[in-house]
């Protein structure tokens, strides 16, 4: 059948009208060109450019929940910050007495019996010292407030016949009796804080109490402590943290004996010298020095050694010369005789690592923290000792250590050869 010359025919896609010839420059590359615009048209549609990355809705998620986590955790620390504290002081108290404790309990003592009576020891030698510096301080100013015109007067004395100044004593004494002066107004200000003081000592005491007990509990049931860590490990790992319980005890300890003794020593020396002097509560300033000297670490010494040589000042600048002298050839002593051999069996800390762990201690939690730091830098010196393979060092002058007397003794050899 022919088809119908009224009906148009619909033209192919790739037909041309009659006498429509190409474009110019036109032809294949044109249609390519028009084929990648729709391709990218259909790319780039605006649904697609909406559309956000799939790893922005987990970080937005991992943000504010870490954020929440962290203000959650720093309102807790605000609120639980003490008890923190407490209990931390608490565990280093008990692994400094737990030693004791396990040889007691080995020659028959129970383990309740024996935590009381190591703890009664540390808290009645602690009442003590508390109050033999506390009654030393509180006596010595009221003495001085008695007779401050004769202390003044003496001193004034003193310090124009050893500089050559010319100041007045008189002048002096009626600035410090001005009701309206600095110094009558900063007693007044102390005795408006004695309330306060007291309040305080209060809560010292309380936390010195749960200090105490928490440190029974940990050590009197420490086997069941120990037993319930090690029933949630394999054996294998129980028996690393059980040496690991046991090294740090040991270590800190030892540490905290050592510390204890040279500051007994301490005490004894530095009370015949205050007693030889006639210097005032000489058993109360011999246990403030022997207790400051050993466990604030590098400073200890000079800050213990102030009391002692103004209250001896006071009466006598020769006599707080002399006990200057003795603290010093003291500490010279006890760095080169005592310490050596009492640490040996022990743990000995270097000074720049027991200060800078003091600095870091008072930094982070206050004064607790910069006793509490002496123990756990211990502890830590304690781990990390017996952690690792050792190896043995090669022979070179960088690594030599010569010590004094050794090093004196082989010159000595050396010399008599030749």
Same mark, same amino acid.
């Given at each position: ?70 203000? +959650?955790?720093?309102? &807790?620390?605000?609120? =639980?910050?003490? !008890?923190? @504290? $407490? ?6 108290? *008990? ?102 003081? +007291?309040?305080?000592? &209060?809560?010292?005491? =309380?936390?010195? !109490?749960? @200090? $105490? ?6 050590? *009197? ?198």
């Amino acid at each position: 059948m022919s088809p119908d010359p009224d009906v148009p025919r619909a033209e192919s896609p790739g037909a041309v009208a009659p006498g429509a010839g190409p474009a110019p420059g036109g032809g294949a590359g044109q249609e390519e060109t028009a084929t990648e615009v729709v391709t990218e048209d259909v790319l780039e549609s605006p649904a697609e450019e909406r559309r956000m990355p799939r790893w922005v809705l987990p970080a937005v998620a991992v943000f504010w929940v870490g954020f929440l986590l962290a203000q +959650s955790l720093r309102f &807790l620390w605000g609120k =639980l910050n003490g !008890l923190v @504290i $407490l209990i931390a002081i608490s565990l280093f108290l *008990a692994l400094a007495i737990e030693p004791g404790v396990n040889r007691l309990a080995r020659r028959g003592w129970r383990r309740g019996t024996a935590t009381g009576l190591i703890l009664f020891g540390v808290l009645a030698l602690f009442l003590v010292f508390v109050g033999a510096i506390g009654t030393l301080v509180g006596t010595q100013i009221a003495d001085l407030l008695e007779n401050s015109e004769e202390y003044i007067t003496d001193t004034v004395r003193t310090i124009n016949d050893t500089f050559g100044t010319n100041l007045n004593a008189q002048e002096i004494i009626e600035e410090f009796n001005d009701p309206d002066g600095a110094v009558q107004e900063f007693i007044r200000d102390q005795r408006d804080n004695a309330v306060q003081l +007291s309040i305080d000592a &209060l809560g010292w005491l =309380l936390q010195l !109490l749960s @200090i $105490l007990l928490f440190t029974f509990y940990l050590v *009197a049931d420490g086997p069941k402590l120990r037993r319930a860590i090690c029933s949630r490990l394999t054996p294998a790992h129980q028996e690393r943290v059980l040496r690991t319980w046991e090294l740090a005890a040991d270590k800190t300890g030892g540490y905290l004996y050592s510390r204890a003794l040279l500051a007994l020593l301490s005490a004894v020396f530095h009370w015949i010298v205050f007693q030889s002097l006639g210097t005032a509560a000489p058993v109360a300033l011999a246990l403030w020095v022997g207790i400051v000297s050993q466990f604030l670490p590098v400073v200890g010494t000079y800050l213990a050694g102030v009391l002692p040589v103004l209250l001896t000042f006071l009466d006598s600048p020769l006599r707080a010369a002399i006990v200057l002298g003795a603290i010093v050839l003291y500490q010279q002593v006890e760095n080169y005789v005592f310490a050596p051999r009492i640490t040996a069996r022990t743990m000995e800390l270097h000074p720049a690592l027991a200060f800078g762990a003091a600095l870091g201690g008072a930094a982070v939690l206050g004064p607790s923290g910069a006793i509490l730091a002496l123990p756990v830098a211990a502890m830590a010196q304690a781990l990390l000792s017996d952690w690792g393979q050792r190896h043995q060092v090669i022979k070179d002058e960088l690594v030599e250590v010569r010590h004094h007397r050794v090093w004196k003794r082989w010159q000595r050899i050396q010399r008599a050869q030749r």
